[in-house]
């Protein structure tokens, strides 16, 4: 074995590794412009730009493994002067390539989409890279791995579409686009620290596992929206949005930590989910028509903080669970224009929750059966501190006091007591048969 791992080191030292031959260019000291020296670069080399506006396309090609393309300064790449419609402006058509500090602009229809960088290869990084005024995308990537870190982009059609498996964004920053903010399509992708003002949508993830964590998504009609198996949505901020806040729609999402809403009131849903097993924890969510909506079944609805939400036209609450075998667990819900709670479904559970001073009822248990009501603070409701109109309702070890009416009970109630109530300025514990 030692002769062997002798052997083994002797074959590394006299056949050294392709990076031990990568050499750097510069341009324009050795090579008059960014093609020139693509022309005689080799895989794993490093094009090292100087500070200047570079006129005409470029495009790292297939055979260019491992190459890095990096900017020293100011350095513009803008095909605009002399062509018209140039389609994209930089195409990175190898694997392993890194880009560094370049701005990219003026990508037209013509020649090709007319996006700012286009990207065909696995493990590619884009990093401190600024893309404006394209007519297709800023960033458009296909490939596994890959890596975009403080990308900017502003003023094009979309801002970053990628496809591909395990793509991480650190930073990205995407300002007035037509279509969505930033999309990935693929399995454990990563989005951390992102910031989209002014998009169709504001972070569009496809896929499963995937993470979208401490970004701020401003001015778009949705902030985020989940597809697939896993989505993990936290620490996010979602302000001035058209239609919906968050929106899960596979199954096992977890929303947590966001905050939703909180610049002034919209006409639209904060949080929404439409499928099943999902779980709603910790998000402060202000100020929509309707603060949480859970469809799927067994959803988990715990310890959020939903204020000044309800839409007064409709029948919208700040949180409504219609999914079955779902949980509503230790939420403060206050200030609703209409409803704080409301229930349909079956096998619900909504205990030790915080519900008062809503403009209409504090919970509504609405339609199915089998419904918990349990142990819930529920004060100072302008309509019904809690109304059931289901059968097979328990509503047991309730606070409910100063409402219009404590409780009313249009359904079937299978069973009622250790309820605390306020009779004449009195608390009373009461039981019904």
Known sequence: ???????????????????????????????????AALAAASPNDKIVVKAGTYVGRVTVPPWLDGLSLVGK??????????????????????????VKN????H??????LGSGVHVEGDECTLEEVRVE??????????????????????GAFGGVVLSGDRARLIGVVVDTVEENGIQVTGDHVDVKGAKVNGAEIGCRVNGEQSTVRSGRFSNCNEGIRAYGLNADLRDNVVAGFGTVGIRTSGPFARVRDNEVGPEGYVES??????NGDAV?????????SNGIVAQGKRGRIKKNDVRGCGDAATSGASIAVSG??????????????RSGIEVKGHRVLVAGNDVSKSLRNGIVVRTGDGHQVIDNDVVGNHGDGIANLADGTELCGNTVKKNRTDISNDGQVALFEKNIFVTGGVETASEID
């Not at 074995?1 to 080191?9: E, G």
């Not at 296909?142 to 870190?149: K, N, Q, S």
């Not at 509503?328 to 224009?337: A, M, P, Y």
Request: contains cysteine; glycine residues 12%; proline residues 5%.
């Open 269 to 274: 849903i904060g949080i929404w989910l439409t």
């Open 102 to 105: 370049l701005l990219v602009r």
């Open 107 to 112: 990508g037209r229809q013509g020649h090709g």
């Open 324 to 337: 079955n075998d779902s949980d509503v667990l230790g939420n403060v819900v206050r200030d609703s224009v």
């Open 1 to 35: 074995m030692k002769t062997l791992a002798l052997s083994l080191a002797l074959v590394g030292i006299l056949i050294p590794s392709p990076a031990a031959h990568a050499k750097t260019l510069k341009v324009p000291d050795d090579h008059p412009d960014i093609n």
């Open 280 to 288: 709603v924890s910790g998000n402060d969510v202000r100020g929509v």
């Open 73 to 98: 300064g100011k350095v513009i790449i803008d095909p605009e002067p002399t062509e018209s419609g140039v389609g994209t402006v930089l195409f990175v058509l190898a694997d392993r390539v890194r």
């Open 133 to 154: 005024d394209c007519d297709a995308f800023g960033v458009f990537g296909i490939g596994d791995d890959l890596v975009l870190r403080d990308v900017r982009v502003e």
